[in-house]
């Protein structure tokens, strides 16, 4: 499998990491997800290995720890050669210094992590959200503490706007402490905000794009059409789709992706992931899996590229109007500033 740098980085990422949101099933919000034990697991986490799949990607609240636990016991004695990235910041506990990116709460955070994962470090650590109430400072010179540690060896950030991503790096380049490397965002066919300003801005900034949530939910695995709605015991149909979406834009997206799919013999999942995968500044996509045949479905989307009519017409059908002021830049200026998706 191809594998690319991440970002500012010395590590080389597989193309596609697996997701273990699905590992646990703790809780009424992850056991909507999946409920995959152990056994089931390490079964995944096998198959993703034999087809190059070097990074597993978890966080400390996936099913209130569990994830990480279960992700810990299925690397097992192959930890040393995957990368493991893992989050922190949302609330794991009741008390008041069990949220957010305080240097209180991410020092415990990281220990509890380590202890789950049984390893002596995290790869990849990121703030799972901006926390606006702790000075990025303090929370820069955490990650300074961790990282010389030993503890973590490269700190990124999810869910970040423009702005607390580059005050961020600023401060970092300034005081020489280490800067975020990687931005995990969520970014589909029917999620395209990401390329308004965070794709130009990882792009400028040399911060590699980790995506999740590529199939918006799992709207794009091909399961659901305008014929055949999300049934109920479906995650789509328990949680609803996510802000900013109408069904009939996505059913749009949806009709493109079977055409496609059907003159190229692949699934509709496989080419709702390949477009991301041939973004600008993508350096991995997040897979999740509740089996085993889901799985090698979406390994599938790494061993072929899409053509650029392909492409073409899926940004074409996949496009909205962008909020302000990027339509403006978009209407007014586009000429002084291209969007750059490839």
């Known amino acids: 499998m191809e594998r690319r740098k991440l970002g500012a980085s010395e590590l080389g990422v597989s193309v596609l990491s697996l997701g273990t949101a699905t590992f646990g099933g703790v809780g009424d919000f992850f056991k ?4 995959t034990d152990v056994a089931e697991a390490t079964r995944l986490v096998d198959i993703a290995i034999d087809a190059g799949v070097n990074m597993f990607d978890t966080a400390d609240v996936y099913s209130q ?4 636990q279960i992700l810990g016991e ?4 192959r930890r040393s050669k995957v990368l493991i990235s893992t989050k922190a910041s949302f609330r794991t506990g009741p008390g008041p210094n069990d949220v957010g990116s305080s240097r209180e709460h991410l020092v415990s955070a990281c220990e509890a992590s380590l202890q789950r994962l049984k390893t002596d470090y995290i790869d990849l650590w990121s703030m799972h959200g901006f926390d606006s109430l702790t000075p990025i400072d303090e929370t820069l010179r955490a990650f300074q503490d961790l990282v010389r540690d030993g503890k973590v060896r490269h700190v990124g950030c999810s869910n970040f706007s423009g702005w607390h991503l580059m005050k961020s790096l600023s401060i970092s380049e300034q005081q020489h402490w280490p800067r975020y490397v990687a931005h995990q965002a969520y970014y589909s066919l029917l ?22 949530s590529p199939l918006s939910g799992g709207l794009l695995s091909g ?9 109920d015991g479906t995650r789509i149909s328990a949680q609803g789709v996510r802000p900013g979406l109408t069904m009939e834009q996505t059913y749009i997206v949806i009709d493109e992706l079977r055409e496609i799919a059907a003159d190229i013999n692949r699934s509709v999942s496989q080419v709702a992931l390949n477009w991301v995968l041939q973004r600008s500044t993508v350096a991995t996509i997040v897979i999740g899996a509740r089996n ?3 799985l090698r479905e979406n390994l599938g989307a790494a061993n072929f590229t899409l053509s650029r009519e392909h492409v073409e017409r899926l ?23 291209p969007v750059i998706t490839r």
């Open 32 to 35: 909507a997800w999946g409920e």
């Open 65 to 68: 720890g569990v994830s990480e």
């Open 74 to 77: 299925a690397l097992g004695a």
């Open 191 to 212: 999620a395209r905000e990401y390329e308004w300003e965070l794709m130009a801005l990882a792009r400028d900034q040399n911060v590699a794009t980790v995506v999740w």
């Open 223 to 231: 399961k659901f059409n305008r014929h055949a709605p999300p049934p």
């Open 292 to 294: 085993e045949k889901q």
């Open 315 to 337: 940004d074409t059908v996949s496009d909205r109007e962008p909020v302000y002021p990027y339509w403006h830049q978009r209407r007014i200026f586009g000429e002084r500033n």
